[in-house]
C-alpha cells in the first residue's frame, strides 16, 4: 500500500506557473508514476506520466508547459506547470501504478484565472 499526498496547487494568473508534489508514504523506485486532472463534470485526463527509469510522456495540451520529474531518494514526483492557461483549471492528481492496484492521492486544486 502506497499513500500519496499532493501538494501545491493554488490560483496563479493567466501565464503564470506552479510546481506540485506527490509525497510517497513510501519507495516509489518500482513504480511508473503520473499526473492527471479533472475538472467539475469533465473525465480525469492524463496529463503526464513517468517511468521508473526515467522516461516521460506528456499529453499534447501540456507538452512544452509541464514537466514531470521524479526523486526516488525523497519518494516524491513533481509537476512543473509553466505558461498557465485558464483551461488547466482542474484538481491534479498524482497516481502509482503497481502490477495490481493504481494508487491516488487526494488532488490538490489548480485555478488559473485573471
Known amino acids: 500500500q502506497v499513500q500519496l499526498v499532493e501538494s501545491g496547487g493554488g490560483l496563479v494568473q493567466p501565464g503564470g506557473s506552479l510546481r506540485l508534489s506527490c509525497a510517497a508514504s513510501?519507495?516509489?523506485?518500482?513504480?511508473?508514476m503520473g499526473w492527471y486532472r479533472q475538472a467539475p463534470g469533465k473525465q480525469r485526463e492524463l496529463v503526464a506520466i513517468?517511468?521508473?527509469?526515467?522516461?516521460?510522456n506528456a499529453a499534447d495540451f501540456v507538452k512544452g508547459r509541464f514537466t514531470i520529474s521524479r526523486d526516488n531518494a525523497r519518494n516524491t514526483v513533481y509537476l512543473q506547470m509553466n505558461s498557465l492557461k485558464p483551461e488547466d483549471t482542474a484538481v491534479y492528481y498524482c497516481?502509482?501504478?503497481?502490477?495490481?492496484?493504481?494508487?491516488w492521492g487526494q488532488g490538490t486544486q489548480v485555478t488559473v484565472s485573471s
Open positions: 513510501g519507495s516509489i523506485s518500482s513504480y511508473p
Open positions: 513517468i517511468t521508473t527509469d526515467g522516461t516521460t
Open positions: 497516481m502509482a501504478r503497481s502490477y495490481y492496484f493504481n494508487y
